[in-house]
C-alpha cells in the first residue's frame, strides 16, 4: 500500500481529459517572442523569415449558432436576415440553415491559391471524410494534404508512378481507391497508408465511383471498359463492355444499382453492374464527353465535353432536359460538380479556366447564374465541394489548386480579376477611382493651413501696395512690398488699387513711396516727359516713382550727348528722371522699351555730360539701362 497522502487512484476513479485534448494555438505574444528568438539566433547571412498570417475560413461560429438555435427554437426556428453589411459576415450561418434560399451557397468568393512545391498539373481534388483537409493528385503521382481552414501545405507522399487520374473515398470513410496513368488500382487507408496495388487496365484508368453499400467500385480505362470490382477480394466482377472508344469517366447512382459512363466515341451509357447489360445509350453529345456526374438526389445525371454543353437526363421520365449554354464555343468543358447542400445548384470548369454555376431553380435554368472567366490560367481539370458546402476548391493545369468561398453579404467579388479578368478589373478599379475623385471636393483651392506661430490664417495672405497679392511675413511690415493692404471687398472680391504717393507738387512729404506694380508700370508713360522717340522733357520735371527718380534741379541745359540703348524684348517704359543738380548725381535711366525700343539717357547739367552705353541686365524678359554722367544726370526713358 502506498504511503502518499491523497485520494485513491483506483480505476474507477473519475481522471480529468482536458489535458488530452490537442494544445490550442500561441497567441500573438508567444509568436512575436518565437520571431524575436530567431532573429537573434540565426547564422550571418542567413535571411530572416518573414510570419505572415495565413486567411482562415472557420465555419464553427456559424454552425455552433445555427446549432444553438436550432435546440432553442425548435427545427423550424426562423432564420435571421442577412443584411449587406461587413458585421453579419459573423453571423453567416452555413448552407444548412438556408436550404431554401440556395444562392446563399454560391461560392464564387476567391479565398486562397495553393501551389504545390512540385510543379505539376493538379489532376484530382477531394475534400477528407472528416472535412478538415484536402487531399490533391497531381500528374508526378504524388498525394498532398492542405489544411482545410488555414489552406496551409501539410504533407506530401509519392503513391504513383505516373499521373494521378482519379481516386475516390467511400462511404464510411475508411477506404481510398487511386487510379493512374498506366491502369494501376491501389487502396490506401485514411492516413495515406497502401495496403495493396493491382493492374486493373490495360491502358490508362479514368476515374472511380463506390457502390452505395461500399462492398464494389466501378472503373474506365481507355481501353474501353467498364469494369466492377469487389473491394475485399480486389477482383473484377463484371465487364461492361460497349464503348468504341476510350472511357473518359464514370459514376454509381447513389442509391441503387445504376452504373453511367461517358466515352470518347460521344457516347453516353447506362449499365446494369448486376448483369452487365446496357440499359439505355444517349447520342446527344457532337463531342468527346470527358465527364458524367448523378445528382445527390439521384433522378438527374449531367453530361459534359467537347461541344460545351452541359445535358441534363432525368431518368424518371427519361427525357433531356434543355442545354446548358454559357462556355462557349470551342471551350472544353473538363469537370462538373453538384453542390452537397443544395441539390440544384451545378458546378462546371472548362479547359480556358472559366468557373461556371448553375441553378435548376432558376427561371432560365440554362442560362449561368454566375461566371468567374479568370479562375485559373489554365485549364480546370476537377472540383470538389466542402462537405458542408461553404467551400469550393478547384484543381487545373497551370498547377494551382484554389479556394472559393460563399458570396459575402455587402458583395463586391464581382469586380476582381477572377471575374472579369486582369486588364478589365484593372480598368474598372480606374474608373471607379476616377468617379470617386468627381465627387470629392476640389481640395487644391481650399486655405492652407495655418503655420504655428503665424497668428490667425486670415491675414498671413494679404494684398500688398503693389497690387500682387504676397504673404506678409512678420518683421516685414515696414519694408516696401511687406505691407499689408486693404481686403478685397466683398461685392468685386478684388483690393482696391493703390494710392498714389507723389503728386502734381512733388513728392508725398512724409513717407516712401511704394513700390510700383506690373500694371502701374505699363500704365506709365515716362512722368510727365512727353512719350516720343528723340524727343526730351522739360528742363525742371520731377523725378519719377522710385528708383528711377531723379534729384530738382534746374539751370541751363547742359550738353547732349546720349547713346542708344539695345534693342529690348518684353521690357517697360520708364519714368522721367528729373534733371541733376549741382554737383549731385542723377537718377538712374527707365526700363526699355517693349517690342524692340529705344532708350536714351541725356543728361542736363551746368557742365558738359558724357553719356555711356548702359550696362544691359535681361530678367524676365526686361532691359536696364543705366548711364552715368560727370556732373549727374537725370534718366529719361523714351520709346
Known sequence: MSNVAGPSRGPDTWKPTRYLEPNQPDNEEVLEQAAYQAAITRQPGERMKRYKPRRTVDFMGGLLKWRQMAKLHGPQAPMPPIHPNPSDLIGL??????RLNPSTSICDNFIHTSVNKERSPTRVVQWTPDARRLLTGNDKGQFTLWNGASFNYESITQVHDDSIRGFAYSHNGQSLVSVDKLGMIKYFTPHLTNIHGFQGHREACHGAAWSPNDEKFVTGGDDGLVKIWSYREAKEENVLSGHGWDVRCVDWHPTKGLVVSGSKDMLVKFWDPRSGKDISTLHSHKAVVNTCKWNPQGHLVATAGGDGLIRMFDIRTFRELDPMKGHGNGKEINCLEWHPVHNNILVSGDSAGALIHWSLFAPNPSEPETIVSAAHDDAIYTLSFHPLGHLLCSGSKDFTARFWSRARPMGGQEMDKFH?????????????????????????????????????????SAPVNNGSTQSALPGFGGLPGFGNAPKPSAATGMAPPPARSWGADGPAPSGRAPLPGQGEMLRQTGGYGEDRSGGRGPPSGYGGPPPAGGGYGGGPYGQRDGQNGQNGRGGYGGGQGGPGGPGGPGGPGGYGGPQGGYSQAPSYSNGISSGRWGNQSQHQGQNHHQGQGQGGYGGQGWR
Open 93 to 98: 450561418l452555413p448552407p444548412a440553415a438556408h
Open 420 to 460: 472579369l479578368g486582369e486588364e478589365q478589373s484593372l480598368r474598372a478599379h480606374m474608373e471607379e477611382e476616377r468617379a470617386s475623385k468627381r465627387q470629392r471636393p476640389d481640395e487644391d483651392n481650399a486655405p492652407p493651413p495655418g503655420l504655428p506661430g503665424l497668428g490667425a490664417g486670415a491675414d498671413r
